[in-house]
């Protein structure tokens, strides 16, 4: 090993010494002041727990009005506080069990849709959102409905729209990478 | 080595790989999904923030395993070379365009096999894409397109792929505070690290000691009726059928399949590319990967195109979901297939093969 080769090596060593130890006292900071705060599952708990008190405060009378089966009145209501709301997920599961319970089944599975498509956390196990099972229960429901309508009225936009809603809702509930 | 012997072990690969990924989605990995390089890309570029969807943030233990298996392969049995150079920039974004051929039609051509194993038909319209785009390659091949040749590097190039796959793995174990692991959607599904992890170190080895890829099987069948890989092939899909069956994961039918969509001429199209480009730079996405462990920089180039691609096919929504292709995802393949064809032009050398 010539002078150059020495040189090149201790500035090395010095190099990934210092690296190690910058990490090692980084990371070591960063967990301690992690630590102060919740692990990332607990905190995404804390985060629907928050979500779904939130939910509850906001459409409370609205799961009132349709629990004592004041349907219309409840889709009046909801239908104002959605044009505040246009983003909450919640507000289309609700709709969608609205419809459903009105007999209203293409604008119920239309309404689960749009829910899945802005929280997909409605059809995902790992979370306490899923709501996979109900909208199972809803397909099955109304697939022999929605398919005698399709042989009735064949070409039909809403029916086809349906059967489009319904394809989606099941792959998006049997799961997979996406 | 006989050409049984290595008939025999493209075999055992196949049978491995089929098996051994759907065994993983019995054990926790997101359904059809067990292994799939396009999905794993996707949730490693979600780990490095290289995009922000939490749901796909996962670092996939398979994937190191690959590597880290080929590479142990590689050097037991002195197969390991140092080799690079093949127009490394082209092979970079035929590797992105690869991933974002795979993203609009949800899956790598391993995940297309395991789908088809499992009764998803939506993957029929795909593997025809595929077979038409590696015929298409071989066209070109007979036509004289090739790339550069690749030469001999200085060894310290062929081990910077398994170094950054070790480095992951040290992130795996150590998660630092800059790495995220998502607690939800398909990241929070994953088998036990054990399983992963030896899972991918026994399949990258074998991988490598066979060449298994499933793009190169079909190849060598349509360039020179050479069957060695596609029995691979084969036996990938027989024993994913098999053990999908087995398990209680076979569900036949074309509607309510996990992560699939009814769009097939997009499906298609872009694995058309897909192959198409595996053809020109040699190799699926699951060969680009194990080529890495055994010193192949113009891999390891890919395989970094393949990351960055994965990044922005989830960043960018150039991808499909189960709603459908994204309007991105559809120009980005229509790019991906206009740069093949941009590449035949210019790669085109008069000597090739004839008939």
């Known amino acids: 090993m010539d002078w150059f080769q020495r040189i090149v090596l201790t500035a090395l060593v010095v190099v990934i010494g210092a690296t190690g130890w910058m990490l090692i006292d980084h990371e070591l900071h960063a967990k301690s002041s992690a630590a102060h705060t919740t692990d990332p599952a607990m905190k995404l708990q804390q985060h629907y727990a928050e979500l779904q008190r939130k939910n509850a405060r906001i459409f409370a009378k609205i799961i009132a009005l349709k629990e004592s089966g004041k349907y219309d009145a409840a889709m009046n209501r909801l239908k104002t506080l959605m044009a505040k709301h246009g983003d909450n997920a919640y507000g289309y599961v609700l709709l969608a069990r609205l419809e459903y319970a009105q007999g209203s089944l293409t604008n119920a599975l239309h309404a689960y849709r749009k829910a ?52 989606y809702l099941q792959r998006r509930i049997a799961g997979g990478c996406e | 080595m006989s050409l049984k012997k290595i008939f025999d072990i493209a075999i055992i690969t196949g049978l491995l790989l089929g098996g051994g990924s759907v065994l993983l989605s019995y054990l926790g990995n997101p359904v059809n999904s067990g292994i799939c390089l396009s999905c794993f890309l996707e949730n490693l570029a979600g780990a490095m923030k290289l995009h922000n969807e939490v749901r796909m943030s996962y670092i996939r233990p398979e994937l190191i395993g690959f590597v880290l298996g080929s590479f142990l392969v590689a050097k037991k049995t002195k197969r390991f070379r140092v080799t690079g150079g093949s127009s490394p920039v082209i092979r970079f974004f035929l590797g992105l365009f690869i991933i974002l051929g795979c993203a609009v039609f949800i899956g790598c051509p391993i995940k297309m096999i395991l789908r088809l194993a499992a009764g998803d038909l939506t993957a029929v319209a795909a593997t025809a894409g595929l077979v038409a785009g590696v015929w298409l390659g071989t066209r070109y091949i007979r036509a004289g397109v090739a790339l550069d040749r690749a030469g001999h590097l200085p060894a310290m190039n062929g081990y910077l792929f398994t170094i950054f796959a070790i480095l992951l793995l040290v992130f795996f174990f150590l998660k630092p505070t800059f790495i995220v692991f998502g607690q939800k959607g398909p990241a929070a599904l994953h088998a036990p690290w054990t399983v992963a992890i030896a899972a ?67 499906s298609f199209l872009a694995m058309v590319l897909v192959g198409l480009a595996s053809t020109i730079i040699d190799g699926c996405p699951f060969r680009q990967i194990i080529k890495t462990g055994q010193g192949d920089v113009d891999a390891a180039i890919t395989s970094f195109g393949m990351l960055l691609g994965a990044a922005i096919a989830v960043g960018w929504s150039l991808r499909a979901t189960s709603a459908g292709p994204e309007f991105g995802g559809k120009i980005a393949v229509l790019a991906g297939l206009a740069m093949c064809l941009i590449i035949a032009l210019n790669y085109r050398r008069p000597q090739g093969l004839r008939r």
């Open chain 1, 116 to 167: 899945v498509e802005l929280d997909p956390d409605y059809v995902d196990k790992t979370t306490p959102l899923f709501i996979g099972t109900e909208i199972m229960d809803v397909i099955t429901k109304s697939r022999g409905k929605i398919n005698r309508e399709r042989k009735l009225k064949p070409g039909d936009p809403k029916i086809r729209a349906a059967v489009n809603d319904i394809y």
């Open chain 2, 200 to 266: 991918g170190l026994i399949i990258g080895g074998f991988a490598q000691a066979s060449g298994l890829c499933i793009t190169g099987g079909i190849r060598n069948l349509f360039l020179v009726g050479e069957k060695t890989l596609f029995m691979g092939v084969i036996a990938t899909l027989v024993s994913a059928f098999i053990v999908s069956l087995v398990t209680g994961q076979f569900h036949p039918g074309l509607h309510g399949q996990p992560a699939s969509h009814l769009d097939h001429f997009w």
